[in-house]
């Protein structure tokens, strides 16, 4: 559990640095990018040189946040020698960080500090800021501000009321606490833009991406021995030039509002020649970290992923079929212990 001893020592590290180079996750959320945001804005008031990677473009609707023009998508202008200070946020594992082989090679000479709130994380950096009872990541970021008097605008409490509705599926899920209700309050004391939040994150959807939507959720199936519902999204379902990949965010959240079924698996056809698997629960006794972490995954007990490549999957049988196979697999294997 973080103290404020590392807090203060992670801040007096971030301060000291030249040109620290921040990092949000692949395919970012709400929460990476807030925490993120929030911390870039910070740096830059300060006047501090600094660059911010991501490995994906973010999704247009999150183009009210302060900052979030000036992220770096393109690895190769990315030198870490340029670099004295990495922080990795809301990065569960360094695989997530899009840029794991060149930090792994760097670590001896480079300090990385890991602020995340992710229980399957394995603490790989020198710096260590990790609160897995935590609703968010930008909740770490708001008391990590908090404990070094850091002034929060209504830009950074924005940027970071953000995080907290996307984690807590506006304050529907298990993930929501005490802390984060009240902090929540507090960026709203601040100046939080409540309507731009509602605007862009909960009212983004057109008629296309709807139609799409129905699409998906017709496919949607139960298996029955383990009681988990899943579907898949394909390339083909992107064929549309008035469909992006961003129109789909939110359905596996809204299919957590199935009744009587232990978890839900959504399945997606990546670009990356990669099916992405992302898993919600709301059931208390079912951990569907453990799930992901079977491929290679995690996440939190109610909402996780993993990704496989497709190549190992070889031609004999649907990349669907293939995973559902699997997972039931793994269950079989562990007499259900993984839920």
Same mark, same amino acid.
């Given at each position: 559990?973080?103290?404020?001893?590392?807090?203060?020592?992670?801040?007096?590290?971030?301060?000291?640095?030249?040109?620290?180079?921040?990092?949000?996750?692949?395919?970012?959320?709400?929460?990476?990018?807030?925490?993120?945001?929030?911390?870039?804005?910070?740096?830059?008031?300060?006047?501090?040189?600094?660059?911010?990677?991501?490995?994906?473009?973010?999704?247009?609707?999150?183009?009210?946040?302060?900052?979030?023009?000036?992220?770096?998508?393109?690895?190769?202008?990315?030198?870490?020698?340029?670099?004295?200070?990495?922080?990795?946020?809301?990065?569960?594992?360094?695989?997530?960080?899009?840029?794991?082989?060149?930090?792994?090679?760097?670590?001896?000479?480079?300090?990385?500090?890991?602020?995340?709130?992710?229980?399957?994380?394995?603490?790989?950096?020198?710096?260590?800021?990790?609160?897995?009872?935590?609703?968010?990541?930008?909740?770490?970021?708001?008391?990590?501000?908090?404990? /070094?008097?850091?002034?929060?605008?209504?830009?950074? %409490?924005?940027? =970071?009321?953000?995080? #907290? @509705? &996307?984690? +807590?599926?506006?304050?529907?899920?298990?993930?929501?606490?005490?802390?984060?209700?009240?902090?929540?309050?507090?960026?709203?004391?601040?100046?939080?833009?409540?309507?731009?939040?509602?605007? /862009?994150?909960?009212?983004?959807?057109?008629?296309? %991406?709807?139609? =799409?939507?129905?699409? #998906? @959720? &017709?496919? +949607?199936?139960?298996?029955?021995?383990?009681?988990?519902?899943?579907?898949?999204?394909?390339?083909?379902?992107?064929?549309?030039?008035?469909?992006?990949?961003?129109?789909?965010?939110?359905?596996?959240?809204?299919?957590?509002?199935?009744?009587?079924?232990?978890?839900?698996?959504?399945?997606?056809?990546?670009?990356?020649?990669?099916?992405?698997?992302?898993?919600?629960?709301?059931?208390?006794?079912?951990?569907?970290?453990?799930?992901?972490?079977?491929?290679?995954?995690?996440?939190?007990?109610?909402?996780?992923?993993?990704?496989?490549?497709?190549?190992?999957?070889?031609?004999?049988?649907?990349?669907?079929?293939?995973?559902?196979?699997?997972?039931?697999?793994?269950?079989?294997?562990?007499?259900?212990?993984?839920?």
């Amino acid at each position: 559990m973080p103290t404020s001893q590392t807090e203060k020592q992670i801040y007096k590290t971030i301060d000291s640095s030249l040109n620290p180079l921040l990092i949000s996750h692949e395919n970012p959320d709400g929460d990476t990018l807030g925490a993120s945001l929030a911390l870039s804005y910070h740096l830059t008031s300060k006047g501090k040189k600094h660059k911010h990677f991501c490995l994906n473009q973010p999704a247009d609707y999150f183009s009210y946040l302060p900052h979030i023009e000036k992220i770096i998508t393109d690895q190769s202008e990315i030198d870490l020698n340029n670099h004295d200070l990495i922080i990795a946020i809301d990065c569960g594992s360094i695989n997530r960080t899009g840029l794991a082989e060149n930090l792994t090679k760097a670590k001896n000479n480079l300090t990385i500090i890991n602020i995340d709130h992710h229980y399957s994380n394995d603490n790989y950096g020198h710096y260590n800021l990790v609160s897995p009872t935590a609703s968010s990541t930008s909740e770490i970021m708001y008391k990590f501000f908090e404990t /070094n008097n850091v002034e929060v605008d209504k830009y950074i %409490a924005t940027a =970071l009321l953000t995080g #907290i @509705l &996307s984690d +807590t599926m506006n304050f529907t899920n298990a993930a929501t606490t005490r802390d984060s209700l009240k902090i929540a309050s507090e960026l709203l004391k601040f100046g939080a833009r409540t309507g731009q939040i509602v605007n /862009n994150l909960m009212q983004n959807k057109n008629v296309f %991406a709807l139609k =799409l939507w129905g699409k #998906i @959720l &017709s496919r +949607t199936e139960i298996q029955p021995e383990y009681n988990f519902a899943y579907t898949a999204i394909a390339r083909e379902d992107f064929l549309s030039s008035a469909i992006e990949r961003e129109d789909v965010d939110g359905l596996v959240n809204f299919l957590s509002s199935l009744q009587d079924v232990n978890f839900i698996l959504v399945l997606s056809e990546e670009e990356d020649d990669t099916i992405k698997g992302s898993l919600r629960t709301t059931k208390e006794n079912i951990d569907v970290a453990k799930i992901a972490q079977a491929f290679g995954g995690g996440g939190h007990k109610k909402a996780a992923g993993f990704k496989i490549e497709k190549k190992i999957m070889g031609e004999t049988i649907g990349w669907k079929d293939f995973i559902i196979s699997a997972i039931i697999n793994e269950l079989n294997k562990t007499k259900s212990q993984l839920l």
